[in-house]
């Protein structure tokens, strides 16, 4: 039962281009939205969230896009650098929705290549 | 920076053994959790805790597996009768709130053999 998906295993993007990320959702019920970043061998690594009042979200190149009613979320890097190489992992939550749910649902997560 | 820890970062078992795998979360944080992450699949939840009980668990979590804070900074995972499906990377979290951003530790890798 995939809730949250990420339907491109990889994506190759030129430095100093934009870099897009997107990431689907079926549970309406989610209300709460993050994006993580995993290099090998680490844990993944906090970069940006979204609540679900919110269509946007910017801090310093990375911006996140929510669209409630094609429940879709999309991560926009720019410039992309060649630190940005790594696994980006959407989540979603029940931050608000309450229910006692406190776990994070994960994607599969995108590779994200950035080529010099 | 403040950040999560984990040990051991990888540990060998043989099935049927019991591991514990331990996680420092961040001072101030009051929610923790356990994460999974078998090779080439997704991050999966296993279970939150907070104030000293556990808040959340999935249906991954079952009576083989239980979690600890036996001390004020110290929280574990115990997997009592290990199988090999449960080899995966083992990754802790904290938060400051509930279901709000959580911070992994670096994980430790687990194999059952």
């Known amino acids: 039962d995939q809730q949250v998906k990420q339907n491109s295993p990889s994506l190759s993007v030129q430095e100093g281009r934009i870099s897009i990320l997107n990431c689907d959702y079926t549970n309406s019920m989610f209300d709460y939205f993050l994006w993580y970043k995993k290099y090998p061998a680490e844990g993944p690594t906090f970069l940006i969230s979204?609540?679900?009042?919110?269509d946007k979200n910017e801090d310093g190149r990375f911006t996140v896009f929510l669209n409630k009613s094609a429940k879709h979320l999309s991560l926009h890097i720019v410039p992309s650098q060649p630190g940005d190489s790594a696994v980006y992992f959407c989540a979603a939550s029940l931050r608000y929705s309450g229910g006692g749910a406190d776990g994070l649902t994960f994607g599969k997560g995108t590779h994200l290549i950035i080529q010099p | 920076e403040p950040e999560v820890t984990q040990t051991p970062s990888h540990q060998v078992t043989q099935m049927g053994q019991e591991v514990i795998l331990r996680c420092v979360p961040i001072s101030n944080h009051l929610y923790f959790y356990w994460y999974r992450q078998i090779l080439g699949q997704k991050v999966e939840f296993l279970v939150s805790f907070y104030n000293n009980e556990i808040s959340e668990k999935s249906e991954i979590f079952d009576d083989q597996f239980s979690v600890e804070r036996p001390d004020g900074s110290n929280f574990t995972l115990k997997i009592r009768s290990t199988k090999l499906e449960d080899s995966a990377m083992y990754f802790c979290?904290?938060?400051?709130?509930?279901?709000?951003?959580?911070?992994f530790g670096p994980g430790t890798r687990l194999t059952v053999t």
């Open positions: 979290a904290s938060s400051d709130e509930r279901a709000y951003e959580q911070y």
């Open positions: 979204i609540s679900s009042i919110k």
